[in-house]
């Protein structure tokens, strides 16, 4: 009978340690029953186990990954242990009822057994070929679909002939053990749980597939979709839960109030959800990514390609990249981010319909991020580079990085930060508000006022009051500048620039 297996084993660096487990049965599978067991440079039982919990679906992987690990192998856990610190001689036994051999089922050995069921040491590691357990990630074949319980075998055979090495940081190979599958045929109406976990697993180039029907469709990811040109469409007004990765020229549709987590590569996509939370990546293609109502990610991949993000009227967050598209987002409200990913630099202009309230530059890239027309008070972080930053018409906290930067606050009551580097504060010749300035420093940076030359040195008073400096000017505008009389900060002429 069909049981569970191996399917990839991660043997990082450090704490970068998993391993997955596959269903390729027709059925879901209780992992209440399962251990995976570790035996520490050979010995004749189990030393540590971590006891399994959950649901593995039908044609779906299950990974457990030590919770020390980095956040790039974090991304791919299903569940967490800290027995899962093995190192390259260790072996990895998957156990069923007990996690120890004589009382428990062998149901797949990663290492080797004697006759005598002894569980030697290797040394360093095994070896075959050039397939190794030390350090690298090795991905099972595709043409095995049962676990070995013999183990690797005589000269470790088995290893070279069941496992596909790759190197010990290319954690996207956890996504690559793809058995041997049907596919679905198009035109697909899918009805129930879990028929749906399957069809997903099993979709062809080509497929439509459509949930109907009155069932609740909650998915236990992540779903990996190989198909090219895969529609997908949830209809049903219920919670959806399906991380899906996909290749291809591929279209995911979610309406009603549902949750879609779509992680779309390699491909040209569409990708459109109505009022649920949704995390909508698309990469490697022109990503289409329309989130609807809910809090919701989106991500459209660090291609350099044209992206469009649509967004509702939730709390949202958008993951932007520079090239040879620029990014175009629509958005109706809410509490929103956006960071720029990319080392380069790009340009980010707000009007009244677009307002995004946190935003966060590039890492060494010259950025133009302008919310002048903001219908909101918004926060503006420069990081690297030689940015220009402006803020809106409200109350604004703009923050420089490292480099050559412009903070113009704009109307409001703003706050600039500046930071490494030379800043230049700007500021209107009246109607500026009551702004304050934190980190000047003497000698680098530049206070512009005005323009046409409407204000002048005399036309300023400055004050020293406690361990701040208080310029005054125009109809009753006022910088404050923040811990500068404490710092020693003289300012004269040659601080300011006008017109």
Excluded: C
Aim: glycine residues 14%; negative net charge; without cysteine.
């Amino acid at each position: 009978m069909a049981d569970l297996f191996i399917s990839v084993y991660v043997n990082g660096s450090g704490y970068d340690k998993a391993i997955q487990i596959y269903n390729p049965t027709d059925e879901p599978i209780d992992l209440s029953d399962y251990y995976l067991s570790r035996v520490v440079n050979g010995g004749s039982n189990a030393e540590a186990f971590a006891p399994l919990s959950g649901i593995i679906t039908a044609g779906d992987s299950f990974t457990i990954v030590h919770p020390s690990a980095s956040n790039a192998l974090m991304d791919y856990a299903d569940a967490v242990s800290t027995k899962m610190n093995f190192t390259g001689d260790d072996h990895v036994i998957l156990m069923k009822d007990s996690p120890y051999i004589g009382s428990g089922q062998i149901v797949d050995l990663f290492g080797t057994m004697t006759e005598t069921g002894l569980l030697n040491d290797p040394g360093l590691a095994w070896v075959s070929g050039e397939i190794s357990t030390a350090e690298r990630i090795l991905v099972r074949n595709k043409s095995q679909t049962e676990g070995d319980i013999d183990g690797f075998g005589a000269d470790n055979a088995d290893l070279g002939a069941q496992w596909t090495r790759y190197e010990e940081e290319d954690f996207a190979a956890l996504d690559l053990f793809v058995p041997p599958v049907k596919g679905v045929e198009n035109e697909t109406t899918l009805i129930a749980y879990p028929t749906l976990d399957r069809a997903l697993h099993e979709a062809a180039d080509g497929d439509v597939l459509t949930v109907t029907g009155s069932g609740n469709f909650s998915l236990e990811g992540p779903h990996v979709v190989r198909a090219d040109g895969l529609t997908f469409n949830a209809t049903k007004a219920s919670v959806f839960n399906a991380f899906t990765v996909a290749t291809g020229a591929n279209s995911f549709t979610a309406n009603g109030d549902m949750d879609l987590h779509v992680r779309a590569t390699n491909g040209d996509k569409s990708i459109k959800t109505d009022a649920g939370d949704d995390t909508l990546v698309g990469t490697n293609g022109i990503a289409v990514l329309d989130g609807g109502e809910g809090d919701n990610y989106f991500d459209g991949g660090d291609d350099g390609l044209l992206d469009i993000y649509i967004a509702g009227s939730g709390n949202d967050r958008f993951m932007l990249a520079d090239g040879e598209g620029s990014d175009q987002i629509t958005d109706t409200g809410g509490d929103d981010f956006a960071t720029v990913k990319d080392e380069v630099g790009t340009r980010i202009i707000m009007d009244a319909a677009l307002t995004i309230e946190r935003v966060l530059g590039s890492h060494g890239g010259d950025d133009v991020i302008d919310a002048s027309e903001a219908s909101g008070s918004v926060r503006i972080y420069g990081r690297d580079g030689d940015d220009a930053l402006t803020g809106s018409a409200y109350n604004d906290y703009l923050i420089a990085g490292r480099g050559y930067d412009r903070l113009e606050g704009g109307a409001g009551n703003d706050r600039l930060y500046g930071s490494d580097g030379e800043e230049t504060y700007v500021f209107a010749a009246s109607g500026d508000g009551d702004d304050w300035v934190v980190g000047f420093t003497d000698g680098e940076d530049r206070i512009q006022i005005g323009s046409d030359n409407a204000v002048s040195f005399e036309d300023l008073t400055i004050v020293e009051r406690g361990a701040h400096l208080y310029v005054y000017y125009g109809e009753g505008d006022l910088i404050r500048m923040t811990g500068a009389n404490a710092n020693g900060v003289i300012l004269t002429e040659a601080d300011f620039t006008f017109g």
